[in-house]
């Protein structure tokens, strides 16, 4: 272009990692290098050439691979050109627990008595074992569907609707008269109406359990102590998403899992094993255009589905937290041997006078808490229903590339608050300045109990230096302080500081200002002192 005097070459979707290649105007031909990353090949590759005269664009083409959108696509180069489920998805190899920030302490007070609350932020961060799903979608939660990887990487399962598939085939881990079924034409409902026949009329069994108890500050970081995912669960990027209890409540947070039975599909050799000649480059570049499928939106795979009862709630109690768990594997397994009744009384009293929140059940949320109540939950997991009764209750995934579990690490933020009685209350004064009202006198020096604080004369009147200042113990019956002034001249008068709670309310820093009138001289000083609490 006889305008042009460079052009900027850059592979479309790839942006916002490299750098263009920049040619200058007068070349007729390059070479565009590919970052060698794993991330696919060059033959899949759109790249973008801009003509510009200076800084300004002049023209742009898009220079494609050649590929003809009516032949049919070949999705194992197609996806090997798009990120791995790995560089898209969080990655987290070993659970790690950090605090975040410093410390915060203050003081509250609590029926006349003071305690010290130290609050700390931490961030957790595990990969969870289990999937466990909140409220089941089975549209998409079907052995065999295509997921969409972006979303996935978020927490959502979002279906990546292609028809031209190839058959699958599916199989059930229950012991049924017809165990597999083959798919023609793989769908939702397809996989429904074969899930149906397969399991229709058959009794259920009390399959295996997996249960745990973890204290709790959030629900994210109990979720992930229970190797339960909390973002699939829908709980991820609220923050730090408390369990709103009172001062003296703690909260254990109960994980019961009981799986049924299983229904999987068998994997492919290839992405392009997935799906059918009918597939073409064009039907490809049409969902990457309504952004199902594309470099940051990996496809998955749903290998398998499991079925059962899940009930996880949280039980906010009074009682010591041993105590309250011990209740809660009572309420479980019941109690054997001598000496159950007095137990069992205690135990009843714990979960009665508690609180309960269902955050994900399998059954009728009412009759569940009342079993729980009475000490009778393992009941309603000892008496399994028909098969067909079971929901979907976890899944598992799996990169439609490599056939690897596609794992995503998760973190969560919570708090811990740790609230400790104190046996003294004491208070420390610290002066700040004094001024006078007739002009400037000074520097006035302070005194109580032989320590002399001395400050230095400015403009305003004496300036103290900070930290300096007497403890006191404010819980002692003479809640008075009194201080000897003394400045040049015959400048002596002493001045009695009584401070109340409304001056440490808030456990932070305070002025507390009072003026002192010497009636002799007509003189009124005015004395600042910070009042804080130290622990």
Partial sequence: MEDADRYEISRIGWEDE????????GETSTVVPVPA??????????????????????????????????????????????????????????????????????????????????????QFSKTPKNLVLRNPNADVLWPGALIQGGPASEGALSELVIEERTPINISCSAAVPEPRARLENPSASAAQEAIAKMIRDQKGVSGSMYYKMVEASSVESALLEVDVSASYMGFSGRGNTKLEKSRDEKTILACFLQGAFSISCDGKSSPRKWFTDKLTWGDVKELEDIGRIGRKNPPLYISEVSYGRSLLFAFITKAEITKAKAALEFAYKGLKGEGKGKLEAEYKKILNESRLEIITRG???????????????????????????????????KSLLTGDVARLGEVANYTTIKRVPLDKTVIRFEPMAMSVNDGTIGPIALTHKSKKITGTLGPGGTQYPEGEGWEWDFQMSNKRIEIACEGPGDVRFSVTVQPTDKHLEGGGVEAYKFAVVDVMKRRTYNVTFRVRLTF
Avoid: C
């Fill in 363 to 397: 059954g009728d949320q009412k009759s569940i808490m009342e079993m729980i109540k009475k000490g009778a939950l393992g009941e309603y997991f000892e008496k399994p229903p028909k098969l067909a009764d079971f929901v979907p209750m976890s899944y598992t995934l």
């Fill in 37 to 122: 990353d794993g991330d696919g090949p060059v033959e899949t590759a759109d790249f973008q050439l801009i003509a510009l005269s200076g800084s300004t664009p002049i023209a742009a083409l898009v220079l494609g691979t050649g590929r003809n959108p009516k032949e049919p696509a070949n999705m194992t180069e197609y996806v090997r050109s798009l990120l791995t489920w790995e560089k898209v998805a969080r990655q987290i190899k070993t659970p790690s627990r950090n605090p975040v920030g410093s410390p915060r302490v203050t003081k509250e007070q609590d029926g006349g008595k003071w305690y010290r609350v130290t609050s700390q932020d931490h």
């Fill in 18 to 25: 490299y750098e263009p290649v920049v040619v200058d105007g």
